[in-house]
């Protein structure tokens, strides 16, 4: 089995080396750059299995890397930023980004979310979501593609994060039925609910805009108050 690579991506290069030492205690080879024009060149050219980013960084800011990253790439990304406010984090969980920390930081809480994060994407790997049977769903102009993993709407192609794919078609497989918060984190993000309720409703948000819900009488995505929320097919 090979090893488990991560990409660090920080001008601040002793915060890179902090990150290194720690990670590689726990048996990670860690590759390291300094801009993200070069964070975006060595993901096209090896093999990483998760990301920390730097917002801030020269050339293109963590932003743009994985906005660039995304359309190819479905691997963990965490940003380590000095960027605290809400609107940022949200931002960077919208863009594509899988989790969000600020500096300064811990590193033993830093490895704990890496060692997260590597749990899903690589021992659980697909989320509990059945797509086996490739069944694609239909409502409305909504058609859903499981075994491409696309989704447009009245001929019009969709393009979703990871996450809000599944989000999606978890919601669209089981119509009417309500899910909670914490049972959308559990068979999406396949791990247990740890203050997951932020991350699910920034999804859903995002979801609904992408769906042009807010020109459409009808939204796919219905809000049951206090519960959850449920397919309005």
Not at 32 to 43: H, L, M, N, T, Y
Not at 92 to 111: N, Q, S, W
Not at 208 to 223: S, Y
Request: with cysteine; net charge negative.
């Amino acid at each position: 089995m090979r090893d488990i690579s991560i990409l660090i991506a920080d001008d601040e290069e002793e915060i890179a080396d902090l990150i290194t030492i720690h990670l590689e205690k726990e048996g990670y080879k860690c590759f390291k750059v300094s801009d993200g024009q070069e964070a975006v060149r060595v993901v096209e050219t090896q093999v990483f299995d998760l990301l920390i980013l730097d917002i801030m960084m020269p050339k293109l800011d963590g932003y743009e890397v994985t906005r660039c990253i995304r359309e190819q790439h479905n691997m963990p990304i965490i940003f380590l930023s000095a960027k605290t406010s809400d609107f940022d984090k949200v931002q960077g969980l919208v863009i594509g980004a899988d989790d969000y920390m600020t500096k300064p930081f811990t590193p033993i809480e830093l490895v704990a979310r890496v060692n997260a994060q590597l749990r899903r994407y690589i021992k659980l790997n697909q989320p509990k979501i059945d797509t086996k049977n490739n069944v694609c769903v239909e409502y409305g102009g909504l058609v859903i593609s499981p075994s491409q993993r696309t989704v447009t709407l009245y001929g019009e192609s969709i393009e979703l994060t990871r996450k809000e794919f599944d989000i999606l078609y978890l919601l669209a497989s089981h119509p009417k039925k309500v899910y909670s918060a914490e049972n959308i984190f559990q068979q999406v993000w396949g791990d247990a609910y740890f203050e997951g309720g932020n991350t699910v409703m920034v999804h859903i948000r995002t979801l609904r805009k992408k769906l042009k819900e807010d020109n459409r009488k009808n939204n796919f995505i219905k809000t049951v108050w206090g519960i959850g929320y449920t397919f309005n097919g």
